[in-house]
């Protein structure tokens, strides 16, 4: 069963940055799709960007597009998400999943549970 934990979220003031880590266990990490959801109070998850599992290619949500960064390191068993210009509208619970499908699908089966990143000044 693989284990997914996140880690890096924070109060960062408009305009900072941060770097989200999700680590992978329990499964063969070259085997997954890695992405990043979040969820702000009162509205619906959304996806923010995923890594594919064997070509890195990169997904990103229009709103994130050029400020956010994702990556992986395959020895680590770690997915990365590197954001710049925070908004506070960027503020949301964080969450990675995996999946073995594809970035473009919908079945992301196993989840971490959550970082809090908040923006505010």
């Known amino acids: 069963q693989v284990q997914l934990v996140e880690s890096g979220g924070g109060l960062v003031q408009p305009g900072g940055s941060l770097r989200l880590s999700c680590v992978v266990s329990g499964a063969t990490f070259a085997d997954y799709h890695i992405g990043w959801f979040r969820q702000a109070p009162g509205k619906e998850r959304e996806g923010v960007s995923c890594i594919s599992r064997h070509d890195g290619m990169q997904y990103y949500a229009s709103s994130v597009k050029g400020r956010f960064t994702i990556s992986r390191d395959n020895s680590k068993n770690t997915v990365y998400l590197q954001m710049y210009g925070l908004k506070p509208e960027d503020t949301a619970i964080y969450y990675c999943?995996?999946?073995?499908?594809?970035?473009?699908?919908?079945?992301?089966?196993?989840w971490g549970q959550g970082t809090q990143v908040t923006v505010s000044s």
């Open positions: 999943a995996a999946t073995r499908s594809s970035c473009t699908g919908t079945d992301f089966g196993s």
